[in-house]
């Protein structure tokens, strides 16, 4: 596996309608869906958790991504194309989105859609966590 498989298999989302916890490509996505998307089509052992909110709470994200057997926490500084971002807008760590470089492919609510865009000053100020997938060449 390699960054461009990470990211070419972001990419097969972009276009895809939001829906809170959608898993699937062409249909209906979010952001948790992304990454799991990639993560099969890549074929990472991964765990799917679903039932949650649509502003996970208490650290509830962030765990769920510590758990993965396919992702390992890197450093912020370290951060690098097809790796998994962990961001939040207010409080709590609550989105994730694949880095593309000097873009981002994430499922936004406020957009509606799977969009790829710049990872801009505001958008970076966001990132708290940095994950990368197991076995990238």
């Known amino acids: 596996m390699t960054t461009d498989d990470?990211?070419?298999?972001?990419?097969?989302?972009?276009?895809?309608?939001?829906?809170?916890?959608?898993?699937?490509a062409g249909v209906g996505i979010d952001c948790a869906g992304v990454a799991i998307h990639v993560a099969r089509q890549i074929g990472a052992?991964?765990?799917?958790?679903s039932g949650y909110g649509r502003n996970p709470a208490?650290?509830?994200?962030?765990?769920?991504?510590?758990?993965?057997?396919?992702?390992?926490?890197?450093?912020?500084?370290d951060r690098?194309?097809?790796?998994?971002?962990?961001m939040?807008?207010?409080?709590?760590?609550q989105h994730v989105a694949i880095c593309a470089g000097d873009?981002?492919?994430?499922?936004y609510e406020a957009a509606g859609l799977c969009c790829e865009h710049r990872l801009s000053d505001v958008w970076a100020a966001?990132?708290?966590?940095?994950?990368?997938f197991r076995g990238i060449e």
């Open 6 to 24: 990470i990211i070419n298999a972001a990419r097969q989302c972009l276009g895809t309608r939001f829906r809170h916890q959608g898993r699937i």
């Open 80 to 86: 690098a194309s097809g790796d998994l971002l962990l």
């Open 126 to 132: 966001r990132i708290v966590s940095v994950y990368r």
């Open 45 to 49: 052992g991964h765990l799917d958790v």
């Open 88 to 93: 939040r807008f207010a409080r709590e760590p």
């Open 58 to 77: 208490n650290g509830q994200l962030e765990q769920s991504l510590d758990i993965q057997p396919c992702l390992e926490r890197v450093t912020l500084s």
């Open 103 to 107: 873009t981002i492919i994430h499922a």
